[in-house]
């Protein structure tokens, strides 16, 4: 019992193994660096073609959603559904691939110029 005298009375500070404030900044600095570092390492690279993908991606199915409207309101307007949207949908998916294919030659064509070859 005599050992534990004042052992309940200590502030966690006045522990021999508790660290100075300056240790815990210096810590705390080393280790928002590491963080930092850590996160550039692992952080994904945005590709530069995503917004190509994006690109082709939205005139095909741009054509399609033409397409299908132009034919809903077709088959609204004379009363020959599902014929007008049928064709339409048909015709709009051949028109955004086409759409997809132009804009695909395109950003080909861009990515040659701008590596200096040509094809």
Known sequence: MADDQGAGNRAPTDQPDS???TELNEFSERLTKVQTARAKKE???????????????????????????LGWGIDRSFGTTPW????????????????????????NEAAASSDGTEE
């Open 19 to 21: 660290p100075s404030p």
């Open 43 to 69: 952080a994904p690279v945005p590709s530069p073609n995503h917004g190509a993908a994006l690109r082709l991606g939205s005139d095909f199915i741009a054509g399609i959603l033409m397409g299908g409207l």
């Open 84 to 107: 007008g949207l049928i064709g339409f949908l048909a015709l709009g998916f051949v028109v955004g691939t086409r759409l997809a294919i132009r804009s695909a030659k395109e950003i």
